[in-house]
């Protein structure tokens, strides 16, 4: 049985004492928030785990196996290092960490230390998003063209971190994993910070990737309703991920346009639209968290490599520093 702890028990950190919590190879032994108060509530979903408000207690403890990290961004650096210098398999929230530099070292000493390094892309861990890779390297949906986003809400305005590092991240996590990779060629992306709030809280990001791929990603902490909407347009197909939906997240739409040069004047094209069946495939409802759960252990056990490693977590973390000096 794996020992585990929670560090951060704001509005995340109880999702994953829920999941490590339900995990049957997992015992849940610590919860260490730097507020008293978030402790008291930690106490009342989990009266027989320890509590501690530093988690140096948790380093110390030589029976823990795994430290999991959920504060706010600018604290994952100074965590991950300790935790894992410690010799604990880390998991940490996303992003991994506030700079490319930072992360790039936690890589390093994951290595070093030859431990687990997970970083929580969450989505990528998703029915949908696991079925959306599978259409695409099937070639289902044919050549992908783009991808355009859109994710809004009345966000919490996080004072450590602009709107692309809390939102946007999600979208370049995909991305990387159904695109096998994130290489960026173009970028630019144009974002407002609102009223005396200094971090952007409105954002729109363009990239063109080194295969051409284009992608567009609107983010706003200022946003009436909550929209998390993806379309994904292919040479064959286009597909319709909406997260919001309670089942069909994913619609396959058999639609496209095709452009066709005329053989007898090259400055004549003919555009013929296809209008095909739309379907909608079944997809694994578990929650995320708990399959990235079981992921991790598995990778604990047996010695694999995550799917959302520190490099993972490492190449995100470039692509949201090249966006915001884009923003500069
Ligand atoms: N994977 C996801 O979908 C997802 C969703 C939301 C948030 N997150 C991530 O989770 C992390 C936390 O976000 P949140 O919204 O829960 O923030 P939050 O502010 O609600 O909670 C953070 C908690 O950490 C505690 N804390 C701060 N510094 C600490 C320290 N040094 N030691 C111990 N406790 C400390 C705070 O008291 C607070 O209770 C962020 O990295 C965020 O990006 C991920």
């Known amino acids: 049985m794996l020992k585990a702890s929670v560090i951060g028990y704001g509005y995340w950190g109880p999702n994953l004492a829920r999941n490590f919590n339900n995990n049957p190879e997992i015992q849940l032994k610590w919860i260490v928030d730097s507020s008293s108060e978030r402790l008291r509530k930690a106490f009342l979903s989990y009266p027989f785990v320890n509590l501690s408000t530093n988690i140096s207690d948790v380093l110390n ?3 823990i196996d795994i430290v999991a990290i959920a504060t706010p961004v600018a604290t994952h650096f100074k965590l991950a290092k300790d935790a894992l210098e410690a010799g604990k398999h880390v998991w940490v929230e996303k992003p991994l960490a506030r700079s490319a530099k ?3 070292e936690l890589v390093k000493i994951a290595e070093k230390k030859d431990r687990i390094l997970i970083v929580d892309h969450t989505f990528v861990y998703t029915g949908a998003v696991q079925k959306i890779k599978e259409l695409i390297d099937k070639g289902e949906i044919g050549e992908v063209i783009y991808y355009d ?3 809004v809400n009345l966000g919490l305005f996080q004072t450590d971190v602009n709107v692309i590092w809390d939102l ?16 960026v060629k173009k970028i630019m992306s144009v974002g407002m910070t609102y009223a005396n709030h200094l971090k952007e809280s409105l954002a729109s990001i363009n990239l063109v990737l080194r295969d ?3 992608i567009h990603i609107n983010v706003s902490w200022i946003s009436p309703v909550k929209i998390r909407l993806a379309l994904i347009g292919g040479s064959k197909k286009m597909i319709v991920y909406d997260d919001t939906e309670a089942s069909e997240k994913i619609k396959v739409y058999d639609r496209g346009v095709e452009v066709i040069q005329s053989p007898e004047d090259l400055y004549k094209i003919w555009v013929q639209y296809r209008t095909g069946d739309m379907w909608a495939p079944k997809l694994d409802n578990r929650e995320a968290l708990a399959v990235e759960v079981d992921h991790f252990v598995d990778c604990i056990k047996n010695g694999k490599k995550p ?3 520190g490099l993972a977590g490492l190449k995100v973390v470039e692509v949201l520093e090249m966006i915001d000096r884009s923003l500069r």
Do not use: M, P
């Open 102 to 104: 930072e992360a790039e």
């Open 168 to 183: 946007a991240v999600h979208d370049i996590s995909i991305i990387d994993f159904i695109f096998n990779g994130i290489k």
């Open 307 to 309: 799917i959302t490693d």
């Open 149 to 151: 986003s859109l994710r």
């Open 61 to 63: 403890d030589d029976e």
């Open 212 to 214: 051409n791929k284009y």
